[in-house]
């Protein structure tokens, strides 16, 4: 075999080394998910037609979703009324009793639909109606707890599916774990799914950070959300996203 051969051989492989790297390196960031930031996981749209679904997972005694709750209620009260309680995060687990809100009701006033499921308790140690779960059953149990009550309230199967997998089998990018094993005990921590016409976003990470509430109540977050500006960025964000889902309905949606 002549040298000129050899030569367009050993380019030929460079060339297919090269875009094997490239295209694995891009399945490998496609296979985790950045934190703080929602991401299009599908084109598929949950939302019964001409409606945009937000669908939050928590529990009673999260402290991310504590924080998440003022920017969640800061964008939803201009798309239904919402009544809720004022709360604190559990006061046993670190960063403690972060001022937040729990949502009771939500009655739509325009094309958003929204939806929460509290999986487990204040405490970390049983189902959110009071059902004990063995610390290493979290995961497991709180997966078929999610399950039933997104049933329950009529949502698309899909739409507990891709949090449970969103949870527990992506990592999150700065971590390297999912959301819900990077956290002591291992749990279903947090989640925000929106979809509707233009497909499904989902953010598992905190958008609020917990601890600049630490010492606040809840009553002076609520008069005083204005002075936050991790709220209101985080709020931007959330409206932002039921922009893009909406797609076609974008307009039907304040802004």
Known sequence: MNRPIIAVIVIVVLVIAFFSIYYISKLSNASTIPAGKFVKISNMDLAPKGEVIVVEQSWYGCPVGAAASWAI????????????????????????????????????????????????????????????????????????????????????????????????????????????????????????????PNGTYIITTPIVNPNILSGYSPQYVYSHLDNFQQIIQASQMIQQVILEAAGPLASECPT
Not at 77 to 93: L, V
Not at 136 to 163: D, F, R, W
């Open 73 to 196: 209620y800061n964008v939803l009260k201009n798309y239904g009324n919402i009544t809720f309680e004022f709360h604190y995060s559990d006061p046993d687990h670190n960063p403690a009793n972060i001022p937040g809100l729990i949502f009771l009701n939500f009655t739509p006033t325009s094309i958003v639909r929204f939806y929460v499921a509290y999986v487990y308790n204040e405490y970390l140690n049983a189902s959110y109606n009071g059902t004990p779960i063995p610390q290493n059953k979290l995961v497991t149990v709180g997966e078929e707890i999610l399950k039933e009550e997104y049933a329950s309230m009529g949502l698309n199967p899909q739409v507990a599916n891709y949090i449970i997998q969103y949870e527990t089998q992506v990592p999150i990018q700065q971590y390297g774990k999912p959301s819900a094993y990077y956290v002591q005990p291992p749990h279903l921590n947090f989640a925000i799914l929106i979809s509707g």
